[in-house]
């Protein structure tokens, strides 16, 4: 890890993106404690995994999957991306 310009740790970018785009909660979750937002991000992946399974069970096996996958990952990806530019960006005492 790198340091930014107050010397406060930074998470590497490409690793939380990498973390984000896999459809697994494992990895998610993994992104969203790195950047101190794992109760947050256990929230928005109980969420997905309702939305989910309200799509799947109303949709029948391959279109309600395809509709599904994107959700999954889609919403994760946006959290993680936009509170890993945050963190990156913060001062050392504000975490």
Known sequence: ?????N?????P???QMILAL???FVSQIIA????KKLF???IIEVVVFFIDLVITSIISW??????????????PVYYIRK???????MPRGMF
């Open 1 to 5: 890890m790198s340091s930014n310009k």
């Open 83 to 89: 509170w890993t530019l945050e963190f990156n960006q």
């Open 22 to 24: 896999i459809p697994s």
């Open 62 to 75: 391959p279109i309600g999957t395809i509709i599904a996958l994107p959700i999954t990952v889609g919403i």
């Open 7 to 11: 010397g406060a740790e930074r998470v």
């Open 32 to 35: 969203f404690y790195r950047i």
């Open 13 to 15: 970018f490409r690793s």
């Open 40 to 42: 947050n991000g256990i």
